[in-house]
C-alpha cells in the first residue's frame, strides 16, 4: 500500500513559477514510477509527465506543457515533484500523482496508487 500526499497549489498569476510536491509513505517508493496528471472542471484527466522508479528516464508528451513543466524525484525524500514555469491560465486545474509499480506510463488506468489531488489557479 502507498499512499501519496500532494501539496504546493494555490492561487498565482500568469508568469508565476510553482512546484508541486507528492509526498509518498512506505518504504517502497523507489520501486514505483510516478506520474501527475491534472484534471480542469469538465475535462478528462490529462497526463502530464512520468518518471521511472530510479529517475533515469522522464517522459511528457502534453504539447501544452511541454518546455515549461518539469518532473523530478528524490527518493531518499520519497517525494515527486513538478516543477511548473511560465503558469498559464489554462493550467488551472486539480494536480494529482500517481504511482505504478510497472514501467511509466501515460494512461491514468494503468497506474495503482493517486493522490488527492492539489488545486493550482492561475489568475489572468
Known amino acids: 500500500q502507498v499512499q501519496l500526499v500532494e501539496s504546493g497549489g494555490g492561487l498565482v498569476q500568469a508568469g508565476d513559477s510553482l512546484r508541486l510536491s507528492c509526498a509518498a509513505s512506505g518504504r517502497t517508493f523507489s520501486s514505483y514510477a510516478m506520474g501527475w496528471f491534472r484534471q480542469a472542471p469538465g475535462k478528462e484527466r490529462e497526463f502530464l509527465a512520468v518518471?521511472?522508479?530510479?529517475?533515469?528516464?522522464?517522459?511528457s508528451s502534453a504539447d501544452s506543457v511541454k518546455g515549461r513543466f518539469s518532473i523530478s524525484r528524490d527518493n531518499a525524500k520519497n517525494t515527486v515533484y513538478l516543477q511548473m514555469n511560465s503558469l498559464k491560465p489554462e493550467d488551472t486545474a486539480v494536480y494529482y500523482c500517481a504511482a505504478r509499480i510497472l514501467g511509466p506510463t501515460m494512461y491514468p488506468g494503468g497506474y495503482d496508487y493517486w493522490g488527492q489531488g492539489t488545486q493550482v489557479t492561475v489568475s489572468a
Open positions: 518518471i521511472s522508479h530510479n529517475g533515469g528516464h522522464t517522459y
